[in-house]
């Protein structure tokens, strides 16, 4: 083309094709974001602000089951989200970190409470644990709080029925995969960059024919 000569207008055809393009991609990745805000709803978004990476732990063939009380940073539960079947007992066992921590049923109706094993509210004392059975008259998503830690978002829940699991399930001391658990931000994050970078790549290829 000659120097002097104006490039051809980039027609509606040619800006519709980059878009549809650009369109393609955020739906790609749009669809990652909506499984991570799925997994943010599961068990009413109880564990939506919680340490969680949206799975839930499969203990279905246990018939004892540990959860950690203060893991992590010393404020969470772990696992957060358990699944187990009736006739199944939890121990909850304190690591002694994060402060002075309990376990309530978060609920109006309680039906385990650690408070009422142990003398206080909260212990802070390593190895001390509270035990307590899941029968079949307690099938249903049991969301439970450590109280003194509440605004910290130190939460669980203990889900006693298969019927009552909401999320993909991962095997009970299996590490999940995370590619497959992506949390809500990430996900939003990963839909920025794409939608950025197929942007651009959109504009080249209209620049690029504009100047042909």
Request: hydrophobic share 40%.
């Amino acid at each position: 083309m000659d120097e002097n000569e104006s490039p051809p207008a980039v027609t509606r055809r040619r800006a519709l094709k980059a878009g549809v393009g650009a369109a393609a991609g955020a739906t790609a990745l749009g669809a990652t974001a909506g499984t991570a805000s799925a997994q943010d709803d599961a068990y009413e978004g109880y564990l939506a602000d919680a340490e969680w990476d949206g799975n839930t732990v499969d203990a279905s063939e246990e018939d004892e089951v540990e959860v950690t009380v203060g893991a992590g940073d010393g404020l969470q539960f772990d696992p957060p989200a358990l699944y187990v079947e009736p006739g199944t007992t939890i121990d909850f066992v304190w690591t002694g970190d994060g402060g002075a921590h309990n376990v309530v049923h978060d609920v109006d109706d309680l039906i385990f409470d650690s408070r009422e094993e142990h003398e206080g509210d909260q212990i802070d004392e390593e190895g001390v644990t509270y035990t307590f059975t899941f029968e079949e008259e307690h099938e249903g998503a049991h969301p439970y709080v450590c109280t003194p830690h509440r605004s910290l978002q130190m939460k669980g829940v203990i889900v006693v029925g298969e019927d009552n699991v909401e999320t993909d399930l991962i095997g009970f001391g299996e590490e999940p995969d995370d590619g497959l658990a992506m949390g809500s931000v990430a996900a939003g994050a990963a839909v920025f960059s794409v939608i950025a970078l197929v942007g651009v790549a959109a504009y080249r290829e209209l620049v690029g024919e504009a100047l042909e």
